[in-house]
T-cell receptor
Framework: TQLLEQSPQFLSIQEGENLTVYCNSSSVFSSLQWYRQEPGEGPVLLVTVVTGGEVKKLKRLTFQFGDARKDSSLHITAAQTGDTGLYLC??????????????FGQGTILTVHP | DTGVSQNPRHKITKRGQNVTFRCDPISEHNRLYWYRQTLGQGPEFLTYFQNEAQLEKSRLLSDRFSAERPKGSFSTLEIQRTEQGDSAMYLCALTTPDSSEQFFGPGTRLTVL
């Protein structure tokens, strides 16, 4: 069974601070995706990382994929109150009848205080 | 707008009743997924369809659960004889043929009293 461990589970910070969320897998997925979810809504895709060592930036968000493609991190610089939400990492399965199926981490609930 | 609508958005039912949820993609997507999410947790895979064919079902999907995608477009998820443990958000997601990136609907929040 492929598992994703996400940490921390809760993060409460002040506006302007930096933070990092970690996602570690017991095995390799074909890609790793990060989603953000607001209460009462479905997850929204932020980024997909595929290649080991890959770094992607989305404004104040930086996503890294480990060389072994088993771990990833999300770093937010100068957090804003609008960043508040549930952040989810998800691994995509490679092939067979499970192709494209996502296994999610348990999520990180981020609260940014003004 | 992710191109996925789900109805109803909220459903409150009494234990033992049957409920049915619907997922409607706005455009053609050949793979459609159902997930269940409890409060503060990540979504858990339930089942998925490629066109009309249901290709995989999770062990979470007991025999009280059934899903269909009769014409390869919209899909329904039915829960029979609901239990309080079925209370959760039920999410539908779609992918394009050559990608694993999923576009989620807003979900149906089920509360079983």
């Amino acid at each position: 069974t492929q598992l994703l461990e996400q940490s921390p589970q809760f993060l409460s910070i002040q506006e302007g601070e930096n933070l990092t969320v970690y996602c570690n897998s017991s095995s390799v997925f074909s890609s790793l995706q990060w989603y953000r979810q607001e209460p009462g809504e479905g997850p929204v895709l932020l980024v997909t990382v595929v290649t080991g060592g890959e770094v992607k930036k989305l404004k104040r968000l930086t996503f890294q994929f480990g060389d072994a493609r088993k771990d990833s991190s999300l770093h937010i610089t100068a957090a804003q109150t609008g960043d508040t939400g549930l952040y989810l990492c998800a691994g995509a399965h490679a092939g067979g009848t499970s192709y494209g199926k996502l296994t999610f981490g348990q999520g990180t609930i981020l609260t940014v205080h003004p | 707008d992710t191109g996925v609508s789900q109805n109803p958005r909220h459903k409150i039912t009494k234990r033992g009743q049957n409920v049915t949820f619907r997922c409607d993609p706005i455009s053609e997507h050949n793979r459609l997924y159902w997930y269940r999410q409890t409060l503060g947790q990540g979504p858990e895979f339930l089942t998925y369809f490629q066109n009309e064919a249901q290709l995989e079902k999770s062990r979470l999907l007991s025999d009280r659960f059934s899903a269909e995608r009769p014409k390869g477009s919209f899909s329904t998820l039915e829960i029979q004889r609901t239990e309080q443990g079925d209370s959760a958000m039920y999410l539908c997601a779609l992918t394009t043929p050559d990608s694993s990136e999923q576009f989620f609907g807003p979900g149906t929040r089920l509360t079983v009293l």
